[in-house]
């Protein structure tokens, strides 16, 4: 194995070694099979602080009730930052922070427009890892990358996006 020091484009994967194996048939002198094996690293996780969802919703300008649902979603999530939400679950939540079945949908709408969750299937939302993480730094770090959430300035204000799998547009910068 020879170490490769060169670093992605985007500086995420680090090829760390790549092995090639040659089988011959000793007798014809024939290449029987050939294989090229590479060993990548991914970058290490970076230094994080803890917020919390009330500071959040400070920073990303949302009410006191979208707090409270974020906190409830954030907790049913799974290492996929997947959220399954169930009628019964849904039920659950809304009796819990005293909503009605439509107040509950609204919420959920308006995360869903603020790019703090997204939509991914029939009562499945996945939650933006940017924000919100849980399993290993390799994982996260996969999702945060099909997940770009960027701000656009202008003079009307700035305007936060999520792109799946694109590249910001030069104006604009990543959020996290």
């Given at each position: 194995m020879k170490p490769d020091s060169s670093d992605s484009p985007?500086?995420?994967?680090?090829?760390?070694?790549?092995?090639q194996t040659t089988e011959i048939d000793h007798r014809t002198g024939e290449i029987m099979r050939e294989s090229t094996t590479n060993v990548v690293k991914i970058q290490t996780e970076p230094a994080y602080v803890k917020l919390y969802i009330e500071d959040l919703s400070h920073i990303l300008d949302l009410k006191d009730h979208h707090a409270l649902l974020i906190l409830e979603l954030?907790?049913?999530?799974?290492?996929?930052?997947?959220?399954?939400?169930?009628?019964?679950?849904?039920?659950?939540?809304?009796?819990?922070?005293g909503i009605q079945g439509q107040t509950f949908r609204n919420y959920l709408n308006a995360l869903v427009k603020r790019d703090i969750f997204r939509r991914i299937g029939h009562n499945e939302f996945q939650a933006n890892p940017h924000l919100f993480a849980r399993g290993a730094w390799a994982d996260v770090y996969e999702r945060q990358q099909a997940f770009r959430m960027v701000v656009?300035?202008?003079p009307k204000g700035k305007k936060i996006d999520t792109q799946i799998g694109e590249d910001p547009a030069p104006d604009q910068l990543d959020l996290l």
């Open positions: 985007k500086g995420g994967k680090i090829l760390a070694f790549r092995s954030i907790r049913k999530m799974d290492f996929d930052n997947i959220i399954t939400l169930t009628p019964s679950s849904r039920e659950r939540i809304s009796d819990k922070l656009t300035y202008s």
